[in-house]
């Protein structure tokens, strides 16, 4: 598969101009890399200047993507090659690959991240993954076709949706046991916390939903109630909500809606839709910059990012990538 | 409305409970109930010769093993809500179709998924009587769905109007309008062929030419067969009017799959034979589909078929209704899956729902050359005020099902 020594396809002409805003720019610009589900590559995309600035081979079909909280290690799931394959972010070079079960889609990495969370859809489990000693610690059973998997900010819980028993799966992090569920809309794929802690949103993509879970009840979750969307001249049944970002304040949500080919604007206080963001076709998956000036999403159908200017609420750019992007993360400051 | 009389009402009574269970679920925490989920596949086998292709050969587990897969789906749902389910698998010949089906319902069986012809799977709903609700996974006639329906009877299956309108939008997309259709001389093949000049006139095609193609039976392989096919196919499909597309109408597989490459003019095969519609075959992967497929090949070690993938979809909208009323209660779950609130994801792209004027479960129609998935219909363009996946098939106002209705 040549991924060892990766291959680099440079821009040379972008990354003279990375070069040349670097050394006049005291910030350092950071890296937004995009899985490309079809083409079996990475684009790397420099967040100052938004242009590509190399596009590597990453396995086959690589989806989830994160990076490591030092910003050296990129995971991405090779979901074809049943294995989460490691790259150092500077040279793109192919490290190592994690164990991660059979079909790894989504991960999520703890805040310290030694701790990988995969789930495998075709087996029903979430699998614990080292990612120092590069074992697996624990397989939860969970739901069928485990997808979403979120750490809720305290580190007790990691959530994990299952997109045909249609439940959101809280396990505690100490004992790998399943302590809560959830039922949501159909087709649960994504979850994430208000970074208080208190709040979960889980977006159901054949539902047409994101659930709002009381994270924070006396007596465990509670589903408080579900945001719909309406967008005038879309068919309903494409408002399909995937991938989901909040500001760290709390104030806002981001959804991507798929085919919709719009990004939902959600005021968290209110529970309410203010926006819809058009951006580019079949958006999948959302990231801010560390400074949430700007939020990212991927069009697996366009080929390309758009990038989200975050206090003006309005796309301001697109970028051509791979074929066919997926997931997306940015390096930290 | 024949059998069955007075259920309508009692569905209207189940759906109140379906309102109070839904009220108790509303607040999300899953309150373990307990609820015992008996299911039942009944299969029909009918004495048929081999079909014309051996990829078209019967499996001993055709239905079974998808009803299957969607029994351990529900119980690996049902393990987090302290739902109990099981799951028998029958085979019978139309003799015994009867006594079969009321054997399983002395058993305890309440939900039924049949795979039948439509006048045994009528034999076995009024059999089991109107406390049992059947799924029908296999025929296609437009009269179960019309006068014939029954309240306890509900269509996982499309219609032969539903697979009818999937081609025609797609042809009628291409601009393929001028249609040659070739229908069997067995009834089945007439039904379907009626179904395309319906389909024809509701979008607008135009069938320019047609021609029966008669079942003088004997087998229908024979080794270097294709010889006597290569000189006959021509010639019958000689001298027809202009047109786009040939349209095959053979349910009984007697001539559909000889059409492509032998016809006298270079035009494609739709229908029976060339771009079929299904509800589901072995290499759709779009929305999800690969891992369903993938959890369907480990588990019968063979590709899936439309009837595994029928079985699995009722045996789901089974595990669906039960899992969000919190009850094994055949009425009460019928009430739910017909009503507003049900809603399935089904590796189609877009929620499954059901017409609550005849039981029909809504679904796209996946469009293949049994290698690949063309296109999936409805089509753009073909809208309806309710649901683009009303565009296909028997509509409320045509509907002369009354059943659900009194």
């Known amino acids: 598969m040549g991924l060892p020594t990766a291959k680099l396809r440079t821009f040379s002409t972008s990354l003279l101009l990375a070069t040349c805003l670097a050394t006049t720019s005291p910030a350092l610009a950071n890296k937004a890399f995009v899985s490309n589900e079809r083409g079996n590559t990475v684009t790397v995309v420099d967040t100052e200047t938004w242009e590509a600035l190399a596009e590597f081979e990453a396995g086959n079909r690589p989806r989830g993507i994160g990076v490591s909280p030092d910003g050296k290690h990129l995971y991405v799931c090779a979901s074809d090659d049943d294995s989460i394959k490691v790259f150092d972010t500077t040279t793109y070079e192919f490290l190592w690959s994690l164990p991660s079960g059979p079909d790894p889609e989504l991960f999520v990495l703890s805040p310290d991240g030694h701790t990988l969370y995969v789930s495998n859809e075709d087996d029903n489990l979430v699998t614990v993954v080292d990612t120092l000693k590069k074992t697996i610690i624990a397989e939860v059973p969970v739901g069928v076709e485990p997808e979403g998997m979120a750490v809720s900010p305290d580190q007790k819980y990691v959530i994990n949706t299952s997109e045909t028993t249609n439940m959101a799966h809280f396990i505690r992090t100490d004992t790998y046991k399943i302590e809560h569920n959830i039922l949501v809309d159909q087709r649960p794929r994504y979850a994430r916390y208000t970074n208080d802690g208190q709040t979960l949103f889980v977006s159901s993509e054949i539902g047409g939903t994101v659930s709002v879970i009381n994270a924070g009840g006396e007596t465990g979750p509670v589903l408080e109630g579900k945001i719909s969307f309406e967008v005038p001249g879309v068919q309903a049944e494409w408002l399909q909500p995937v991938g989901m970002r909040i500001t760290s304040d709390n104030q806002w949500l981001f959804v991507a809606l798929g085919p919709a080919n719009r990004v939902a604007v959600i005021n968290i206080p209110n529970r309410e839709v203010e926006k819809y963001i058009l951006v580019g076709q079949r958006v999948w998956q959302l990231e801010f910059t560390p400074d949430e000036k700007y939020l990212l999403t991927t069009n697996g159908n366009s080929n390309d990012i758009t990038v989200i200017d975050v206090a003006a609420q309005e796309a301001i750019k697109s970028i051509q990538v791979g074929q066919q992007p997926w997931g997306v993360v940015v390096t930290p400051d | ?406």
């Open chain 2, 1 to 406: 409305m024949k059998s069955g009389a007075g259920c309508a009402c009692e569905v209207l009574k189940s759906l109140l409970l379906v309102l109070a269970s839904l009220f108790l679920l509303a607040n999300g925490s899953l309150t373990v109930q307990a609820a015992d989920v008996q299911t039942g596949i009944l299969r029909v086998d009918y004495t048929t010769i081999a079909p014309i292709s051996r990829y078209d050969r019967f499996f001993d587990d055709l239905g079974f093993a998808g009803g299957t897969l969607g029994n351990e789906d529900n119980l690996t749902t049902g393990a987090f809500l302290g739902h109990q389910y099981s799951l028998k698998t029958q085979s019978t010949t139309p003799d015994g179709a009867v006594e079969a089906g009321r054997a399983m319902v002395q058993e305890g069986i309440r939900f039924l998924v049949v795979l039948a012809r439509a006048e045994d799977l009528l034999k076995i709903v009024d059999a089991v009587g109107p406390d049992t609700l059947v799924f029908n996974a296999a025929a296609p006639d437009n009269d179960l769905r019309q006068t014939a329906c029954r309240a306890n009877l509900i269509h996982i299956a499309p219609s032969r109007a539903m697979l009818a309108d999937a081609i025609a939008q797609y042809l009628v997309w291409k601009k393929w309008t001028r249609w040659f259709l070739i229908e069997g001389s067995n009834p089945d093949d007439q039904k379907l062929a009626e179904a395309y000049r319906r389909a024809a006139q509701k979008f607008g095609a135009r069938i320019v030419e047609e021609r029966v193609y008669e079942d003088t039976g004997g087998s229908r392989r024979a080794d270097s067969g294709h010889v006597l096919v290569q000189r006959q196919m021509p010639i019958f499909t000689q001298n027809a009017a202009e047109h786009d597309v040939v349209i095959a109408a053979d349910e009984s597989d007697v001539f559909a799959l000889y059409l492509p490459y032998h016809t006298w003019d270079a035009r494609p095969v739709a229908g029976s034979a060339g771009l079929q519609p299904l509800t589901f075959h072995a290499a759709h992967e779009a929305w999800g589909a690969t891992q369903f497929q993938r959890r369907f090949e480990k588990l019968s070690g063979r590709p899936i078929r439309a009837e595994d993938y029928n079985a699995w979809l009722a045996v789901r909208v089974i595990g669906e209704g039960v899992t969000r009323t919190g009850t094994a209660d055949a009425k009460t779950v019928e009430a739910y899956i017909l009503s507003d609130a049900f809603e399935l994801a089904a590796f189609k792209g877009q929620k499954v729902t059901f017409r609550s004027w005849n039981g029909q479960l809504r679904q796209p129609i996946l469009l293949t050359d049994n290698k690949i998935t063309i296109a999936v219909s409805p089509q753009e363009g073909f809208l309806h005020h309710r649901s683009p996946l009303d565009s296909m098939g028997l509509d409320e106002p045509e509907s002369g099902c009354t059943a659900f209705t009194k």
